[in-house]
């Protein structure tokens, strides 16, 4: 148990279906991340919220749309996506700053078809 | 942008093996982190840091600021060990955003 849990685990989409990935940590924490994770490419950063703001978003098509209701949940949200959004999705959350270390989700695998 | 390398891509060990991964960085940081990536995808912590060295259990990290380089080690290696080794820096002038490296695939075998 990582403290960080990320639903579903596994979720197969067709380009014109619209679903949302969820992710919910209940360490006090009050900065939570989406992380992108392509085959054999490091870990990318999607989008930060920090104490329920956005504070990055890393040039991420507008096909993906996150949503922070409060400092525990996350959301990302598809719609339309493409074949190569097939990837790992990866939420993680911290104290904040980059001293902090980063608690992860499970991840989420997503296939598009 | 910080930019990370990692050697070696691959790793494969026999159990009982001591074991180094390298991690190399091109601008001065913080701190550095160590993850631990298993086949599920989970992603855990092991280490952050930002000068000389950390233990725990098994694992040691070393860090070198003035090399701008740091080291995981692992002792006594055995087939749960195997992962992906992830190390990670915080860019430049953005200390809330990582830079990661491509990751060491370790195996361990019996």
């Known amino acids: 148990e990582t403290g960080v849990t990320q639903t579903p685990r596994h979720l197969v989409m067709g380009m014109t279906n619209k679903k949302s990935l969820k992710c919910e940590q209940h360490?006090?924490?009050?900065?939570m991340y989406w992380y992108k994770q392509s085959a054999k490419k490091p870990l990318e950063l999607m989008f930060v919220?920090?104490?329920?703001?956005?504070?990055e978003n890393n040039s991420v098509p507008s096909r993906f749309s996150p949503e922070c209701p409060n400092s525990s949940h996350l959301f990302l949200h598809l719609h339309t996506l493409q074949p190569e959004d097939s990837a790992l999705y990866l939420c993680?959350?911290?104290?904040?700053?980059?001293?902090?270390?980063?608690?992860f989700g499970n991840g989420t695998r997503l296939t598009v078809t | 942008k910080n930019e990370v390398e990692q050697s070696p891509q691959n790793l494969t060990a026999q159990e009982g093996e001591f074991i180094t991964i390298n991690c190399s960085y091109s601008v001065g940081i913080s701190a550095l982190h160590w993850l631990q990536q298993h086949p599920g995808g989970g992603i855990v912590s092991l280490f952050m840091?930002?000068?000389g060295k950390k233990k725990h259990g098994r694992l040691i990290a070393t860090i070198n600021i003035q090399e701008k380089h740091s080291s995981l080690h692992i002792t006594a290696s055995h087939p749960r060990d195997s992962a992906v080794y992830i190390c990670a820096v915080p860019n430049t002038g953005t200390a809330s955003k990582l830079t990661f490296g491509t990751g060491t695939r370790l195996q361990v075998t019996l």
């Open positions: 993680a959350s911290s104290s904040g700053g980059g001293g902090s270390p980063l608690h």
């Open positions: 360490l006090g924490h009050n900065a």
């Open positions: 919220y920090s104490l329920e703001e956005r504070v």
């Open positions: 840091l930002s000068s």
